[in-house]
């Protein structure tokens, strides 16, 4: 009886220590605290370089919701990983200007990456005051450079909106229309056209501008040309999108590229972050595939024009995408949450003034180095 006892202990023991830790041999019973408080962080982190160069031109792509989860995700699942062309890399905190918040919106990001300065959610283009500040776009506008927006959400959501309109709420997508309409932007591509009355397109008409609902119309580089091809946001790639992202970028470039004064783009691929909010990983991949096409055109285009800088980021990572090993080479991917979080983003730069680009740094630095270069 006593030897039976004993082997029955021994198993109880053997039960719990099996219980108790992982196959790494973690514990796995210890009491968690997840909830931590948080800190005033800095202002910014300043960028301390001198840019060697100023670039003629400047090719801002934003890959909305995108952080080192779907990186890793686009890394491991596509042979051509387009970022590690890319001569520079850094790290970029988001977090807004809004109460004790650290995880931005598209808006207060949007407007530090535009406008240098840091915001609450859901402003576009304007502080918390709710006064305009002046974007990037704004002061190429004012040197003479072509301006151009190009999204695959609707073209008056709140990252192309943050570089063309001053508004105190993101979802009055209507008056941004109004205010995209009334502007002298020379290229707008994207979806949203149900934000847009017929009055807006015969406004632009009227002004000597064109309308496009195709993106093979022929276009001319000569008055400022709106193509909206979608009511609401592009159909997602996974679905079929009916112009892909790097056919609008490389049309804006064919507008834009003949001023010698330069030009100014910016690209959004808006719908990564929409992938994240669903926790579809066949979304993000096909939109960071789109992303891939975009950044190796932008490249490539570098690579014949010395003169231009092209610098790709993120606004914020979205969904806390993790990559797993599955069975045999599938790839499990999982997602920590549902909405944005705070978590720092990557920057990658290569040309003129892309140095400046390496290191840590706030979103507001991005925006005050890519304006100070368009002053100059």
């Given at each position: 009886?006593?030897?039976?006892?004993?082997?029955?202990?021994?198993?109880?023991?053997?039960?719990f220590?099996?219980?108790?830790?992982?196959p790494?041999?973690l514990?796995?019973?210890?009491?968690?605290?997840?909830?931590?408080?948080?800190i005033?962080?800095?202002?910014?982190?300043?960028?301390?370089?001198?840019?060697?160069?100023?670039?003629?031109?400047?090719?801002?792509?934003?890959?909305?919701?995108?952080?080192?989860?779907?990186?890793?995700?686009?890394?491991?699942?596509?042979?051509?990983?387009?970022?590690?062309?890319?001569?520079?890399?850094?790290?970029?905190?988001?977090?807004?200007?809004?109460?004790?918040?650290?995880?931005?919106?598209?808006?207060?990001?949007?407007?530090?990456l535009?406008?240098?300065?840091?915001?609450?959610?859901?402003?576009?283009?304007?502080?918390?005051?709710?006064?305009?500040?002046?974007?990037?776009?704004?002061?190429?506008?004012?040197?003479?450079?072509?301006?151009?927006?190009?999204?695959?959400?609707?073209?008056?959501?709140?990252?192309?909106?943050?570089?063309?309109?001053?508004?105190?709420?993101?979802?009055?997508?209507?008056?941004?229309?109004q205010?995209?309409?009334?502007?002298?932007?020379?290229?707008?591509?994207?979806?949203?056209?149900?934000?847009?009355?017929?009055?807006?397109?015969?406004?632009?008409?009227?002004?000597?501008?064109?309308?496009?609902?195709?993106?093979?119309?022929?276009?001319?580089?000569?008055?400022?040309?709106?193509?909206?091809?979608?009511?609401?946001?592009?159909t997602?790639?996974?679905?079929?999108?009916?112009?892909?992202?790097?056919?609008m970028?490389?049309?804006?470039?064919?507008?834009?590229?003949?001023?010698?004064?330069?030009?100014?783009?910016?690209?959004?691929?808006?719908?990564?972050?929409?992938?994240g909010?669903?926790?579809s990983?066949?979304?993000?991949?096909?939109?960071?595939?789109?992303?891939?096409?975009?950044?190796?055109?932008?490249l490539?285009?570098?690579?014949?024009?010395?003169?231009?800088?092209?610098?790709?980021?993120?606004?914020?990572?979205?969904?806390?995408?993790?990559?797993h090993?599955?069975?045999?080479?599938?790839?499990?991917?999982?997602?920590?949450?549902?909405?944005?979080?705070?978590?720092?983003?990557?920057?990658?730069?290569?040309?003129?003034?892309?140095?400046?680009?390496?290191?840590?740094?706030?979103?507001?630095?991005?925006?005050?180095?890519?304006?100070?270069?368009?002053?100059?």
């Amino acid at each position: 009886m006593k030897n039976s006892k004993t082997l029955i202990s021994l198993a109880a023991i053997s039960l719990f220590i099996m219980c108790s830790y992982t196959p790494a041999g973690l514990v796995t019973g210890e009491k968690k605290v997840n909830s931590l408080k948080g800190i005033e962080v800095p202002t910014n982190y300043t960028i301390d370089k001198n840019a060697i160069e100023i670039p003629e031109s400047i090719i801002f792509i934003i890959s909305d919701g995108t952080g080192i989860g779907q990186y890793t995700l686009q890394y491991y699942t596509s042979e051509d990983f387009a970022p590690a062309r890319f001569d520079h890399v850094g790290l970029v905190t988001t977090h807004p200007k809004d109460g004790q918040k650290k995880v931005t919106d598209s808006a207060a990001s949007g407007t530090a990456l535009s406008a240098g300065i840091k915001t609450y959610n859901g402003a576009i283009a304007v502080d918390t005051e709710k006064k305009p500040v002046k974007t990037m776009l704004e002061v190429a506008e004012d040197k003479g450079m072509s301006t151009g927006l190009v999204a695959t959400s609707t073209i008056s959501h709140a990252t192309p909106a943050s570089f063309g309109a001053h508004i105190d709420y993101r979802k009055k997508e209507d008056e941004i229309s109004q205010q995209l309409a009334d502007s002298e932007i020379d290229v707008l591509f994207g979806g949203g056209s149900k934000y847009w009355q017929e009055n807006l397109f015969d406004q632009v008409r009227e002004n000597g501008g064109q309308v496009v609902s195709d993106i093979n119309e022929p276009m001319n580089s000569n008055s400022r040309v709106v193509g909206l091809f979608h009511e609401e946001g592009l159909t997602p790639v996974y679905k079929g999108r009916e112009v892909q992202t790097v056919e609008m970028a490389k049309k804006a470039i064919d507008l834009l590229d003949d001023n010698s004064n330069g030009f100014f783009l910016m690209i959004e691929e808006s719908q990564v972050d929409w992938g994240g909010h669903a926790n579809s990983a066949e979304y993000i991949q096909g939109e960071m595939r789109s992303l891939n096409q975009v950044v190796n055109y932008c490249l490539d285009y570098q690579e014949k024009h010395p003169n231009v800088l092209v610098v790709l980021t993120s606004d914020h990572e979205t969904g806390g995408t993790i990559v797993h090993d599955g069975d045999d080479g599938i790839l499990d991917i999982e997602f920590a949450i549902s909405h944005h979080s705070a978590s720092i983003v990557p920057i990658w730069a290569t040309g003129p003034g892309a140095e400046v680009f390496d290191g840590f740094m706030d979103n507001t630095e991005i925006g005050k180095a890519l304006m100070g270069y368009l002053k100059k």
